[in-house]
């Protein structure tokens, strides 16, 4: 089954914290909430994720290729 993950957005609400990165890499419990979804995707049995990124997709590649999840 394939999933889905919708990750655009510059975070503007989140100034200051998103000025240095990703809002969706800022951590949560030490967990960046990117990671969180992946996971819960995952668990669901999920096999093949997308994800749709906006301006901050370089960052988010980088994350998600080391492995980070």
Do not use: C, H, W
Not at 43 to 59: R, S, Y
């Amino acid at each position: 089954m394939k999933g889905l993950i919708l990750s655009g957005g510059k975070g503007t609400r989140l100034y200051p914290l998103t000025f240095t990165s990703a809002k969706q890499l800022i951590p949560v419990a030490n967990k960046p909430v990117l990671f969180r979804v992946i996971e819960a995707i995952r668990d669901a049995g999920i096999d093949e994720i997308g994800i749709v990124v906006g301006d901050t997709a370089d960052e988010i590649k980088k994350a998600v290729r080391r492995g980070n999840k």
